[in-house]
């Protein structure tokens, strides 16, 4: 939910530069009104993240999103989460 934090497990915890939200486009006559990507706050601890979910929808509205973590630029494979 808006505002909760959660956990996220990785061997690499202590090397993962960023956490990103990202949602998925849904397009309509050739445009793209909802794809967006959401740079999630997150502290590290051992073989784990603790990120911080966005305040509220005006920042990313409700729906499903991709979660991934960035280490040196190269994104993780994406696992899939709903917000509400």
């Known amino acids: 939910g808006y505002g909760d934090t959660f956990t996220i497990t990785t061997p690499d915890a202590a090397s993962i530069d960023d956490v990103e ?3 998925p486009g849904s ?3 050739g445009v793209s009104f909802d794809q967006r990507s959401v740079s999630l706050s997150f502290s590290a ?3 784990a993240l ?3 979910a966005p305040a ?3 920042v ?3 729906g499903w999103y991709m ?3 960035l280490r040196n630029g190269v994104p993780s494979v994406a696992s899939w989460t ?3």
């Open 45 to 47: 601890g051992t073989g």
């Open 56 to 58: 509220s929808g005006n």
């Open 82 to 84: 709903h917000l509400s």
């Open 67 to 69: 979660v991934f973590i």
């Open 50 to 52: 603790t990120a911080h």
């Open 60 to 62: 990313a509205p409700p």
């Open 27 to 29: 397009v309509t006559h």
């Open 21 to 23: 939200l990202i949602r």
